[in-house]
């Protein structure tokens, strides 16, 4: 049965004892723990060992990083080199110096290796050496000038390596937490604490996903249920052809009489594709919306549709617009009669009111939002100014309700 391998990354000549303690405290916990000073690496003798705890690296499922007063040994410029700065993730830039300089210890680039991968870090400092570290960042050209004293540090002319280094994993978009301790006591209960919850949300999540698959295969044949029993149901000549158009092009007739499509278009002997479609109402850009929401109704993911002057916001996703689309090819394939007939039927029935949200924009603003194709919902609805031309709910009959 697999177990979790976990490796522990820091120079060892000070933190020893930690170390230690930790491999203990970890093989209680039944995990693995992966340590150089602990026969924990295969050292390769066709390679360098850097490159060997590199290697053995990539197998391990998470990193411990423990920092204390010593930068460490120096990486081998050649190690360095094959750093991707892209998928570092180092956003203020911090680490350009020391990799163009190649002032890189081997702890870091353990660590470094361990991000390009994606592999979860847990980056635990002494509590001594974090304070030093504000006051380093508040004066950095002091400091870089040996003009300032680090008492916890062992060596002057490298401590600044050390508090980049900080600064950097500081400033990572994500797993930029640092935890302060001042005995293995403190990361050994932070790390239970941790381990903890993450089984929990794991366990969940998995719960989660199950439960949502047994939801849709459920709705999926009551769906499918339903539309036996209508196909079933109706009488004619046509009676099949109907039901079946209802059943499949429902949500798309929907969408088109939102979004300004007449009814004439749709009964045009050659209707065209989606794109003119879209286009013939004014349709400039297709948005995706994403982002959280205090809306009650909440998608995690919706579109706008960019006009001349507005923007109207669907309550679809992209998939769904592209369910829509397909539709659209379907339904302009058949006859022009077969269409007729198909919206009547819809017209005689109550559809689903589609909620719609237009809202007013100025030339600026529409020239922003025709370049992109992405926009986070907060950051759309800042540029919409709150100004709603028209909130409505299609009734299906052609008739518009103030909401």
Same mark, same amino acid.
């Given at each position: 049965?697999?177990?979790?391998?976990?490796?522990?990354?820091?120079?060892?000549?000070?933190?020893?004892?930690?170390?230690?303690? &930790?491999?203990?405290?970890?093989?209680?916990?039944?995990?693995?723990?992966? &340590?150089?000073?602990?026969?924990?690496?295969?050292?390769?003798?066709? $390679?360098?060992?850097?490159?060997?705890?590199?290697?053995?690296?990539?197998?391990?499922? /998470?990193?411990?990083?423990?920092?204390?007063?010593?930068?460490?040994?120096?990486?081998?410029?050649?190690?360095?080199?094959?750093?991707?700065?892209?998928?570092?993730?180092?956003?203020?830039?911090?680490?350009?110096? /020391?990799?163009?300089?190649?002032?890189?210890?081997?702890?870091? $680039?353990?660590?470094?290796?361990? +991000?390009?991968?994606? @592999?979860?870090?847990?980056?635990?400092?002494?509590?001594?050496?974090?304070?030093?570290?504000?006051?380093?960042?508040?004066?950095?050209?002091?400091?870089?000038?040996?003009? $300032?004293?680090?008492?916890? /540090?062992?060596?002057? #002319?490298?401590?600044?390596?050390?508090?980049?280094?900080?600064?950097? +994993?500081?400033?990572?978009?994500?797993?930029?937490?640092?935890?302060?301790?001042?005995?293995?006591?403190?990361?050994?209960?932070?790390?239970?604490?941790?381990?903890?919850? &993450? =089984?929990?949300?794991?366990?969940? *999540?998995?719960?989660?996903?199950?439960?949502?698959?047994?939801?849709?295969?459920?709705?999926?044949?009551?769906?499918?249920?339903?539309? *036996?029993?209508? =196909?079933?149901?109706?009488?004619?000549?046509?009676?099949?052809?109907? *039901?079946?158009?209802?059943?499949?092009?429902?949500?798309?007739?929907?969408?088109?009489?939102?979004?300004?499509?007449?009814?004439?278009?749709? =009964?045009? #002997?050659?209707?065209?594709?989606?794109?003119? $479609? =879209?286009?013939?109402?004014?349709?400039?850009?297709?948005?995706?919306?994403?982002?959280?929401?205090?809306?009650?109704?909440?998608?995690? #993911?919706?579109?706008?549709? +960019?006009?001349?002057?507005?923007?109207?916001?669907?309550?679809?996703?992209?998939?769904?617009?592209?369910?829509?689309?397909?539709?659209?090819?379907?339904?302009?394939? @058949?006859?022009?009669?077969?269409?007729?007939?198909?919206?009547?039927?819809?017209?005689?029935?109550?559809?689903?009111?589609?909620?719609?949200?237009?809202?007013?924009?100025?030339?600026?603003?529409?020239?922003?939002? #025709? /370049?992109?194709?992405?926009?986070?919902?907060?950051?759309?609805?800042?540029?919409?100014?709150?100004?709603?031309?028209?909130?409505?709910?299609?009734?299906?009959?052609?008739?518009?309700?103030?909401?």
């Amino acid at each position: 049965m697999p177990q979790l391998r976990v490796f522990v990354s820091s120079t060892a000549y000070d933190l020893g004892l930690v170390r230690g303690q &930790l491999r203990s405290f970890i093989n209680q916990l039944g995990h693995v723990p992966v &340590l150089s000073d602990f026969s924990g690496v295969l050292y390769d003798p066709s $390679l360098h060992t850097q490159q060997s705890c590199v290697q053995e690296l990539a197998t391990c499922d /998470m990193v411990i990083l423990i920092v204390g007063g010593r930068w460490g040994s120096v990486a081998r410029p050649e190690f360095v080199e094959e750093i991707d700065e892209t998928a570092i993730d180092d956003p203020s830039g911090q680490l350009a110096e /020391m990799l163009t300089q190649k002032r890189v210890s081997v702890t870091q $680039l353990e660590v470094l290796a361990a +991000v390009a991968k994606g @592999i979860p870090i847990f980056v635990f400092v002494d509590d001594s050496v974090l304070a030093e570290a504000r006051l380093y960042e508040a004066n950095r050209e002091l400091a870089d000038n040996l003009e $300032l004293a680090f008492p916890s /540090m062992q060596d002057a #002319e490298t401590a600044g390596y050390v508090f980049r280094f900080l600064a950097y +994993v500081r400033s990572r978009t994500t797993g930029n937490a640092i935890i302060g301790f001042r005995q293995i006591e403190d990361i050994q209960s932070h790390l239970r604490t941790q381990w903890s919850a &993450l =089984l929990q949300r794991s366990v969940s *999540a998995e719960f989660l996903e199950r439960r949502d698959q047994f939801l849709l295969e459920a709705i999926s044949e009551q769906l499918e249920d339903v539309k *036996a029993a209508v =196909l079933a149901s109706v009488q004619g000549p046509n009676a099949r052809l109907v *039901a079946d158009g209802v059943l499949s092009y429902r949500a798309l007739t929907a969408l088109l009489e939102e979004v300004g499509v007449s009814r004439e278009v749709l =009964l045009t #002997e050659s209707p065209p594709n989606w794109q003119d $479609l =879209l286009s013939s109402v004014g349709v400039k850009n297709e948005l995706r919306v994403q982002g959280a929401s205090t809306d009650s109704n909440f998608r995690p #993911e919706e579109v706008a549709l +960019v006009f001349d002057e507005s923007v109207l916001l669907l309550r679809t996703s992209i998939a769904g617009l592209n369910r829509r689309r397909d539709e659209w090819e379907s339904f302009r394939a @058949i006859s022009q009669d077969e269409r007729q007939l198909i919206l009547e039927a819809l017209t005689s029935r109550t559809i689903r009111p589609i909620r719609e949200r237009r809202y007013s924009i100025d030339g600026d603003v529409q020239e922003l939002l #025709e /370049m992109v194709s992405v926009v986070p919902r907060d950051q759309l609805l800042r540029l919409l100014n709150g100004s709603t031309v028209e909130g409505s709910e299609s009734s299906g009959d052609g008739s518009r309700t103030t909401l």
